[in-house]
């Protein structure tokens, strides 16, 4: 599609032909309030806007005074259009790398190529003039190219057909000037080796268009929430653009290698993309913008480090990196810092791995869907057992789904999709509502009653959206191994265990669990499935009869929703908690997990709530700085294991038919007791309540030792381990 038609066709959309000149700022506010313009036939115009864009390309003549960077620029393009190239594939763009400078071949005509070749600054400001880069290019870069490719780019080079651009780096910064907002090559750049300009450029151009639009801002007049929007955008446009940032500017600097590392790197690179699939195309899916995740980007960028390494071992370097390897085990200083760091980076990556959200919604900002995972994060280190019930439930509700659809003859609706569903994957859109999230619960019901018809979405396609982060699962699991094979050597060699390594991998044993259940989550899902209707949601509601006369709380399908919640409530105060602003609700909570577990689930948790607890009490002997403070740890780990056995045990008796006590799970969900009378209300209650009272005081107490232990930690605990005893031994 051809963009500036296509704007053309608008009929807000009017184009003026013109060169701005400078912007037209008003004295009294600073703000921006237009543009000066001229053309060589006629005299300066004023443009008046409430908000001007700015994207005059990257030596964009109005930036200067609104950033405070400026372009950095270390090389430059020279490109000359090749007539009749014979390239090995014409379809194909052509990177290459040897001995001169990286140089891109790509096919743009039929009978027209382009070549493109980075010159480094200090070349050409060497260079008297482009005749000399010319002679440059010829000796220094044609040798390089393929031999088929050689005689075009010399006919050429003898047309004069020279052409030069800066290649220039330039961070984005927040607009802070009313009135105003950059974009394009003016707002942000990267080196072009990697063609991510126009990728970025329209990227920024479609949340830019979501964040202002006039649902969100009435008036661009409204500078206040336009600035405020324009912060969001610096953030949130980071998701896209610092992936292909990154690359652009380090596959450059692997492809003008001069040192020996980089150029084992560069040979390690080449390599791995030569091995195809994945190690090809998930880099190019990040390089053509289609794939933001900068964890993968990471992830590659390690996979290649290692890569390289291995393919260094096999050129015959593996004696020595084997007695390289052993000797860095070996010299490894294990210092507080140390200890404290590793441990930090697992419970981090396990947390961080492990979390499976609902689908957020598309205005949720940047830093709320940042707050909601640091709050849970946040609970999953005080409490991981807390954050393994969420996922036993998941399930739970996820298998009984699919139970429930297949019996309705719906074969292919898999756990995958029931996951899915109850976690906002799906939005009902009909003509009489907003469009509101619906769970597996409501899907059945609409698709036995024949509101519905199959929903046409395969496991595979549900899966596709998932960005579950391979990278810091498989870190989390490498990262949590290591620190288990070292306790574990540890206690082999009877060298002390800090508290704080104790207590991190009694967490990931728990996490482990956790991970189990949620394996059919999709994760990190940005996007639900939209279900339109003709229908309105008053006659599902009409049909439904006396099931469903009652107002609803979260949405128009309670009625279907909530009933196997068997009487449970969210807690009045916590119904408009984070965001839940209006009904029906437009997310589905993370901790709306219907319905709440059987026995053996509850028994499950339980088990291991108890495992968990206990490792901290096995630790009974671990040495700390003073008498007292042994004490307190061993207490409160006792404390610990009491509560998880007889508080964990409520959930379990919650679950059988005759417990008719009010109890509430977390504090955040209720269900009053059939039989209101003073001892059911309160019984349970109190012990629950109590019970996670006297938690929080043991944990705080736990964390507060872990911490005060490296005071004075005993000799053994900075010992080394000694590996020589565990690796076989190679001469
Ligand atoms: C060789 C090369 C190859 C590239 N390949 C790719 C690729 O494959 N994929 C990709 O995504 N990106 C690629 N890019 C990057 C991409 O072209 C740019 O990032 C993108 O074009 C930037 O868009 P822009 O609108 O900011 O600037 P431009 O596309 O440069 O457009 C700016 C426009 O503003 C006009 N203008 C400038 N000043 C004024 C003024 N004062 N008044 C009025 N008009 C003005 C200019 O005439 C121009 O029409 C490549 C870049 C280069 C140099």
Known sequence: MKLREAAQRDERVQIVQTTAKRLVKCEKSGRVIGVVCSTRRSKEQKYFADLTIVADRQASNLRSQYTKHTPVTKSRFWGLELI??????????????????????????????????????????????????????????????????????????????????P????????????????????????????????????????????????????????????????????????????????????????????????????????RYIQRGGNCVEEPAGIMGGVIHSPWLLFYHFFAVALYSLSTLMREGYASSLWHMTGAIFQCLHRGTVDIIWSCFLVLFVSVWAVLHHNVPIRSDHYWSTLGR???????????????????????????????????????????VHAFYANARGFMLDAPDYPTFPINAKSIHYLRSTGWIKPLN????????????????????????????????????????????????????????????????????????????TEWLIADVLKAAGDAAKEPYIDTPMDFVEKPVWQGWKRRPSLLHFSGLTSRPLKRIPNDYSPPPPTGKEALFVWVISVVHAGIHVISWRLSFPTDTEAWIWRISSVTLLLVMIIGGAVPVLSTREWFDFR??????????????????????????DFDYFVYIVARLLIFTEIFLSFRSLPETAYANINWTEFLPHID
């Open 167 to 270: 290649n220039s780096w330039l961070p984005s910064s927040t607009n802070t000037t009313p009135g105003i907002e950059f974009l394009g090559d003016a707002f942000n750049m990267r080196h072009p080796l990697t063609g991510g300009g126009m990728t970025v450029a329209l990227n920024d151009v479609v949340l830019l268009n979501q964040l202002l639009a006039p649902e969100i801002i009435s008036s661009f007049g409204d500078t206040r929430s336009v600035l405020k929007q324009m912060r969001r955008f610096h953030w949130q446009r980071k998701e896209y653009s610092t992936s292909l940032n990154i690359l652009a500017q380090a596959l450059y600097s692997l492809f003008i290698a001069d040192d020996l590392q980089l150029q084992v790197l560069q040979r390690g690179f080449n």
């Open 373 to 415: 995972k640091v709050r849970w994060a946040t609970l999953a280190i005080c409490a991981p057992e807390l954050l393994t019930l969420f996922a036993v439930m998941q399930w739970n509700a996820a298998n009984i789904s699919v139970t429930e659809m297949q019996d309705l003859g719906e074969k292919d609706w898999s756990v």
């Open 663 to 688: 109890f509430n799970l977390l504090c955040i969900w209720i269900r009053p007791a059939r039989k209101n009378t003073l001892v059911r209300r309160h019984v349970f209650d109190f012990v629950v």
């Open 84 to 165: 009749d190239a014979e390239l090995p594939n014409q379809h194909l763009a052509y990177g290459v790398i040897g001995s001169g400078p990286p140089v891109l071949i790509y096919q743009i005509g039929l009978r027209e190529t382009r070549i493109l070749i980075d010159i480094p600054n200090t070349v050409h400001q060497a260079a008297s003039n482009s005749g000399s880069i010319a002679d440059y290019v010829q000796t220094k870069v044609v040798p390089d190219l393929p031999t088929s490719v050689r005689p075009s780019v010399t006919a050429a080079l003898k047309k004069g057909m020279l052409r030069s651009m």
């Open 457 to 532: 979405i395969t496991r595979d396609s549900i899966w596709d959206r998932s960005k579950a982060d391979v990278f810091a699962k498989g870190f989390a699991l490498i990262q949590t191994t290591w620190l288990c094979i070292q306790c574990i050597c540890r206690v082999i060699q009877r060298l002390s265990i800090t508290p704080l390594e104790l207590f991190t991998v009694a967490f990931v044993l728990s996490t482990l669990a956790t991970s189990f259940f949620w394996v059919n989550k999709p994760q990190n899902v940005t996007e639900p499935n939209v279900i339109t």
